[in-house]
């Protein structure tokens, strides 16, 4: 699966929205980009996916580059309950292994 | 629907001594993973059931670890024995099928420590 890359850490104001951005410049024709984030002391949640059309849902919208070479993820109105380490994950249609490899993440910080 | 459930949520044990961890899935799905975040690492996948059968086990850090699925419901994940870098966090996740478009759903994770 193609590696991604994520800035360590961002900040945001509450009620502001919430732009991530994440790299993955070896991305290949097959495969999805991911987004999961983990909240302190639980498990990693979906958030949304897509291919090259950008996406949304009740959570957040997922803009994906013409050469999906890059994506951001969008929270339109950040909660301080979004504070959470979100991680990008490229991965293949029907890659054999079937695993989600997780990079270092994001630790989005929203504050008051 | 309820969600992915892991048993216990901690678990404190003295090196040497064995320690088997359980994962629910969600009902009916078929695709039940393991991973774990070890103190200052980033997740890892460790293996991927397909109902009872092992799909995927590459990984498993080496042959203390033993995963079962009898039945293809619920998972156990044993440490046998236990040494001081088994300490994390250890998530299960199970999903309907593997295609793009499924999801994974975790549970909480089981927080193991060896003292």
């Known amino acids: 699966d193609a590696k991604t890359t994520q800035p360590p850490s961002m900040d945001c104001a509450e009620g502001r929205a919430a732009n991530l951005p994440c790299n993955h410049s070896t991305i290949s024709g097959n495969e999805y980009v991911y987004w999961y984030r983990q909240i302190h002391s639980q498990g990693p949640q979906y958030i949304i996916h897509?291919?090259?059309n950008n996406e949304t849902n009740e959570m957040a919208s997922l803009i994906i580059t013409e050469d999906r070479k890059s994506s951001t993820l969008i929270l339109p109105h950040a909660t301080l309950r979004d504070t959470a380490v979100y991680y990008c994950i490229v991965r293949g249609q029907n890659n054999a292994g079937n695993m989600l490899t997780f990079g270092g993440g994001t630790r989005l910080m929203v504050k008051p | 629907e309820a969600g992915v459930t892991q048993f216990p949520s901690h678990s404190v044990i003295e090196k040497g001594q064995t320690v088997t961890l359980r994962c629910d899935p969600i009902?009916?799905?078929?695709?039940l993973y393991w991973y774990r975040r070890v103190m200052g690492k980033e997740i890892k996948f460790l293996l991927h059931?397909?109902?009872?059968?092992?799909?995927?086990e590459s990984g498993m850090p080496n042959n203390r670890f033993l995963a079962e699925r009898t039945g293809g419901t619920y998972s156990t994940l044993k440490v046998q024995p236990a040494e001081l870098e088994d300490s994390g966090v250890y998530f299960c996740?199970?999903?309907?099928?593997?295609?793009?478009?499924?999801?994974?759903?975790f549970g909480s994770g089981t927080r193991l420590t060896v003292v």
């Open positions: 009902s009916g799905h078929d695709n």
């Open positions: 996740a199970s999903s309907y099928g593997t295609a793009s478009g499924y999801g994974y759903t």
């Open positions: 897509g291919l090259k």
């Open positions: 059931f397909v109902k009872e059968s092992k799909q995927d």
